[in-house]
């Protein structure tokens, strides 16, 4: 029986690394298990993507177990998987945000070894960003194998776990999206219409990050270039930041970081 990587849950986020995988060229099978029908009728349309039959197989197929699911259902889904007995694999990640490690062992322990990871899910078309935290005991070459997978959907960062939470509540494109929807809103009431007032906030959002990105300029530079004294730029940010806009910022973070520590909980 040939080997595979395993995902146990076929959400959205097993959607989007299976739909970047294949842009990658990924040519090894990937397995997915979900009590959900439902689930995997869209991941089945992926090529090399195989349906398990039931968790026991899906187990025993495991070179790498990723663990896909919500928060609140890793403990149970885990205590299935230790039943599984011998057929469980060495090398374990969690996908499972704000569940940390030593939750994770305390459901399955040694030999297997885990570590943490947190794909985004831009990673659908290759241009992803992922945190690995990883347990002390994971050797050099099991390390390199995880980074090496999730590298072909995005970019990786190795984070201490301690920092796991903050990231997850920073990184999300929920960001990029919320900040989108809210600026053009604003803009259509200023009186735009709704192409021409999407067209430029994502202008100002993505087009501008990119340029920071790729000139490899200061952001600080790049802010007082924009920013002429009294010009526009420089009104808006100014009563942008005055109305409280990183106090707000800084609310929302703290707010995602304390749901992280609830699940943590769990």
Avoid at 43 to 58: C, F, G, I, K, W
Avoid at 209 to 221: A, C, K, N
Wanted: net charge positive; glycine share 8%; aromatic share 6%.
């Amino acid at each position: 029986m040939r080997k595979a990587v395993v995902f146990l849950g076929g959400g959205r986020i097993t959607g989007a690394l299976a739909a970047g995988l294949r842009l990658a060229g990924y040519a090894k099978p990937i397995v997915v298990f979900d009590r959900h029908p439902e689930k995997l009728r869209e991941l089945q349309r992926e090529p090399r993507v195989n349906v398990a039959r039931d968790l026991m197989s899906a187990v025993a197929r495991a070179e790498m177990l990723i663990v896909a699911v919500r928060p609140a259902s890793v403990a149970e889904l885990l205590d299935e998987v230790a039943a599984c007995g011998a057929a469980v694999p060495r090398l374990c990640v969690s996908l499972a945000a704000g569940i940390p490690l030593r939750k994770l062992r305390s459901r399955i322990g040694p030999p297997a070894r885990w570590v943490r990871a947190m794909p985004s899910p831009v990673c659908r078309i290759g241009r992803g960003l992922t945190a690995l935290s990883f347990d002390r005991s994971m050797s050099k070459a099991e390390r390199l194998l995880v980074r090496r997978f999730f590298e072909q959907v995005g970019r990786v960062l190795e984070i201490p776990e301690r920092q796991f939470d903050a990231f997850t509540a920073t990184y999300s494109s929920s960001h990029g999206y919320h900040a989108l929807a809210t600026l053009a809103k604003a803009a259509q009431k200023a009186g735009l219409d709704r192409v021409t007032a999407l067209t430029a906030a994502a202008h100002a959002l993505s087009d501008g990050v990119s340029y920071w990105r790729e000139s490899g300029q200061e952001l600080s530079d790049l802010l007082h270039e924009a920013i002429t004294p009294g010009g526009i730029a420089a009104a808006t940010m100014t009563a942008m930041d005055k109305s409280g806009y990183a106090r707000v910022v800084a609310k929302g973070l703290d707010a995602g970081i304390q749901q992280a520590r609830k699940n943590a909980k769990r």
